[in-house]
């Protein structure tokens, strides 16, 4: 799936600019700063790839990345960053909301989690506004790489713990790091044979 490439489509700020619906979609959500761009371009091996469309001011926009002739990868914008204006998150959960249980074609949401930090507070919110939109989400913990094999136990029984509760949560958690290349195999691997 991913050996002929991915490419940037568009960046979309309300559902009209949606492109069609005819391929299956992963979208990647996770906290300002949790590595979604970076992870996309681990996936697809171009690095810049997610952050060409990464300008700032353009932060609200739901990034659409082609992947062969099949399948959408869709960047998320971040949350949770401190000092957005009241109306800026109001319009993105807005757009969010109707995202999430407009699209056909996607499958699975990817929520990436800091590995060192675990499931915050605001990470709360999406995984109930998932449960509540039906669709199946994953977690993700990224920057691996900066966590001591010693602490890992610990976060992932936090993780665990956290994703409890939810319906929508598929229970196996993936370990990636965009710098080393830990888990992206692994990850390819889930896109790739989604139901
Ligand atoms: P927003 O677009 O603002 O929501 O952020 P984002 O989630 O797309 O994060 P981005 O990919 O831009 O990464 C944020 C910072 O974390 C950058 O400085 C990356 O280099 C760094 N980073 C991302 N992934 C990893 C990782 O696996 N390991 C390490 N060490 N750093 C990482
Ligand atoms: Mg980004």
């Known amino acids: 799936l991913f050996a002929p490439g991915a490419d940037f489509l568009k960046g979309v700020v309300a559902m009209e600019g949606l492109p ?13 700063n949790v590595g979604k761009s970076s992870l996309i371009n681990a996936l697809t091996g171009r690095r810049g790839l997610a952050r060409a469309s990464n300008t700032p001011g353009r932060t609200q926009e739901i990034n659409y990345f082609t992947l062969g002739e ?9 949350y949770g960053f401190a000092n957005a204006p009241v109306a800026v998150v109001e319009r993105w959960q807005r757009l969010l909301k109707r995202y999430l249980s407009g699209r056909a074609g996607l499958r699975r949401a990817f929520v990436l989690i800091d590995a060192r930090h675990g499931v915050k507070k605001v990470d709360e919110e999406i995984l109930t506004l998932l449960d509540r939109s039906a669709v199946t989400f994953q977690a993700v913990l990224t920057k691996a790489d900066k966590v001591k094999a010693r602490d890992l136990d610990r976060v992932l029984d936090q993780v665990r713990g956290a994703l409890g509760p939810h319906p929508a949560a598929f229970p196996e958690i993936v370990l990636t790091s965009s710098e080393t290349g830990d888990g992206i195999d692994v990850l390819r691997g889930i896109i790739a044979t989604l139901p």
């Open 70 to 78: 099949t399948h959408y990868l869709v960047d998320l914008p971040g």
């Open 20 to 32: 069609a619906d005819d391929r299956v979609e992963v979208c990647f959500a996770g906290r300002s």
